[in-house]
């Protein structure tokens, strides 16, 4: 399928930003989007580039309604000779569709839609940061668009891709987070859709994240639905800890998003050397080995942070410091390891890379 491009006028070109080191995250888009459509029996047509737009949408659209919505995230990189890569982007497309699947919504051709984000990304490279630490983050979306009040799965939907310009994550930078043990709410039960990137999950964690913000912690840790006894993950991040010399993070089991920068921290440590297990983990194991001094580091893991260490870990009215509140030798060698590779200062045994010009 041939994919069109109308080009913004120079009238529609917005303001780069000026100052690289002020770039937040999620706030600035750029001058271009991809789209296209899907209508059941007909499959996806009309692929396209097109200046950035608002979306028309009908009012009874059923993603307005019944959350028909999925989505992705993965970031642009440019290295040090100016050239810009991905970071395992195939990856997120084979995601977009599990999670497509599972809200009974169409799967992409992943191959058109890497097509359409390069050639978006290629038309809106003067967009890509050149700071370290600064990215193009890209936002793959599918919405249900058929009109219809009433629930079932909807007959036209849209994909489209938005992409902007990016800082660090967390304005605290690298610096430890303090975390909240939810010990009320649940983020999702076996059977759900915690392992689907879908809106409703973070919808369903707002309130929660809003109430352990306003005692003064950066994130929530889910625990599971049904005991409220096993570590899950953290609002947007898978969770790692460090104890004794066994580096444990939950298993997959259909309650937390399987991450990509998960699975690439569980290789690295694994080629380390390091002993890593895919495992439940209550959150008295956690208690226990830190009362004991066992419990050497905790961190999480996402795209938009890469690893955020854990300085403080808060469960039923009990603080536990974690590394000192400083950020540990392994969720360091892990962020320099991860980034050095993203941005191409060191090789790529893995063939983690993609370069796209
Ligand atoms: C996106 C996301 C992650 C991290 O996934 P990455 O592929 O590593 O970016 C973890 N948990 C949740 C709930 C997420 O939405």
Redesign the pocket.
Known sequence: MEIKVTKASSDQLKAKPTDESKLGFGDLLTDHMFLMNYEAGKGWFDPRIEPFHDLQINPAAMVLHYGQEVFE??KAYRGKDGRINLFRPA??FE?LNRSARRLCMPEVDTDLVMEGMKQLILLDKEWVPHSPGTSLYIRPTMVATEPHLGVRPAQSHLFYIIIGPVGAYYKEGLNPVRIYVEDFFV?AAVGGT?EA?TSG??AASLLAAEEAKEKGFTQVLWLDAKERKYVE??????MFFLIDDEVITAPLTGT????????SVIRLVTDWGLRVSERSLAIDEVVQAAKDGRLKEAFG????AVISPVGQITYMGQNFVVAGGKMGDLSQRLYDEIVAIQYRQKPDPYGWVEMID
């Open positions: 995230g993965l990856k997120n995601r983020r915690g990137k999950n973070y993950e953290v609002g947007t991040m898978n937390i998003l399987p991450g990509v920068t998960r699975e893991t996402g795209t938009a």
